[in-house]
Structure formats: structure tokens, C-alpha cells
T-cell receptor, first 106, second 119 residues
Framework: SYDLTQPLAVSVALGQTARITCGGN??????VHWYQQRPGQAPVLVIF???QRPSGIPERFSGSNSGNTATLTITTAQVGDEADYYC?????????FGGGTKLTVL | EVRLVQSGPEMKKPGESLRISCQTS????????ISWVRQLPGKGLEWVGK????????NIRPFFRGHLTISTDKSTDTAYLQWTSLRASDTAMYYC????????????WGQGTLITVAS
């Protein structure tokens, strides 16, 4: 299996920039996808293939992937961005999720 | 509009069998894989397995093999997750999700089915 490491929690001031990391061995060689899960709701895809944004996802959400770390960046953070965020890759035809990061907007 | 609508919550006893469903609409069912994802209470997402409805090819995470099965019914555009003998440790929320290829991201998700297994 392929291990993905995320911080348990990240906090950001309202209107500032949040960065959530996803660590993995040579993760830059993999396509990383990011999901947002608000409390009591199903996950929503917010970034796919490292940097691509699905239709309907605000431009405030962006992604990058280099070396051993992929990063989800949320600019101008809003209260509605409070959620759990998960990174995902495919390894040997099996899906692997990071442990998830709880984003708090202060 | 693409929709994945899952069956309702279930309360079962250990040892009982169960099949939950994921009814899809708004797209050509055989053209997209379906993955199942488990979320234990208060925990993160865990990929369970996936199926290609076009040929019923299934890949299940080794941890779950032998304990559950994944299937589809192309006549009703529905995917299923099934257990023959539930355990208390199966208590969780289960999501189905659509993906274009075997290793694509999941772009649409069902609302989840909560399964509670307790004596």
C-alpha cells in the first residue's frame, strides 16, 4: 500500500490563505485528487490530477504537487470552507486516502 | 443531471446478511466505474473496492476480500455492496461514487448509507 500523510488539523483566519499538505513517497509521480467533506455530507471533489478544478468549484481552490508533498491551497478562506479535506491517489489499482485534515476558519 | 441515490439506513445483528444499493441516473451506466468507500464513525475515508459495470470486473481491497462483494445490475443501472455475515466492526457509513476510468477521481457521490450492526 501507499501511505499518505496529512496534518490532523489546520486553522486559518477568515479571508486568509489555508494550505493543506499531503505527503507521500515521490508523490509528484502520482495524480493527486482532493475531496472536501462538510459535516454530515458526502465528499465533494475539489481538485483532481494535482491542479485541475471541476466545474463549479471556486477559483479560490488550487492544487500543486512536487517532490514528496502535494498541497491544496484555499485563498480568501470563508466560513463555508470549514470541512474535512482528504487527498487520494491510486496505487496498484487500489484507492488510497490520506487520513484527512480538519480545516477551521477562525 | 447525474445522480447516485443510495438505499436507506440499516440496523442489523451480527451474522446477518445485507445488500445495499446505489441507484444511478443521468449518465450511461456502463461507461463509468463505481467505487465504494467506507467511513467508520468519526474516522476518515477508506476505499473498499470498485467495479466496471461494462464487464463486471471487480477489484476489492485485500482487507475486505472474502467478507463482502460488489456487483451491478445493468438493467436497472444499480450497483450493490453485499455482506453474507455482518460483524459489529462493519458499523459505518458507506458511500458509492462514480469514476470515469479505473484510476480516475470520483466526481459524483451518493449520499451515503449508514449501517449499524449490533446485538
Amino acid at each position: 500500500s501507499y501511505d499518505l500523510t496529512q496534518p490532523l488539523a489546520v486553522s486559518v483566519a477568515l479571508g486568509q490563505t489555508a494550505r493543506i499538505t499531503c505527503g507521500g513517497n515521490n508523490i509528484e509521480n502520482r495524480n493527486v485528487h482532493w475531496y472536501q467533506q462538510r459535516p454530515g455530507q458526502a465528499p465533494v471533489l475539489v481538485i483532481f490530477k494535482d491542479t485541475q478544478r471541476p466545474s463549479g468549484i471556486p477559483e479560490r481552490f488550487s492544487g500543486s504537487n512536487s517532490g514528496n508533498t502535494a498541497t491544496l491551497t484555499i485563498t480568501t478562506a470563508q466560513v463555508g470552507d470549514e470541512a474535512d479535506y482528504y487527498c487520494q491517489v491510486w496505487d496498484d489499482n487500489s484507492g488510497e486516502f490520506g487520513g484527512g485534515t480538519k480545516l477551521t476558519v477562525l | 443531471e447525474v445522480r447516485l441515490v443510495q438505499s436507506g439506513p440499516e440496523m442489523k445483528k451480527p451474522g446477518e446478511s445485507l445488500r445495499i444499493s446505489c441507484q444511478t441516473s443521468g449518465y450511461i451506466f456502463p461507461n463509468y466505474w463505481i467505487s465504494w468507500v467506507r467511513q467508520l464513525p468519526g474516522k476518515g475515508l477508506e476505499w473498499v473496492g470498485k467495479i466496471d459495470p461494462s464487464d463486471s470486473y471487480v477489484n476489492i481491497r485485500p482487507f475486505f476480500r472474502g467478507h463482502l462483494t460488489i456487483s451491478t445490475d445493468k438493467s436497472t443501472d444499480t450497483a450493490y455492496l453485499q455482506w453474507t455475515s455482518l460483524r459489529a466492526s462493519d458499523t459505518a457509513m458507506y458511500y458509492c461514487a462514480r469514476q470515469q476510468y479505473a484510476n480516475s477521481p470520483s466526481d459524483y457521490w451518493g449520499q451515503g448509507t449508514l449501517i449499524t450492526v449490533a446485538s
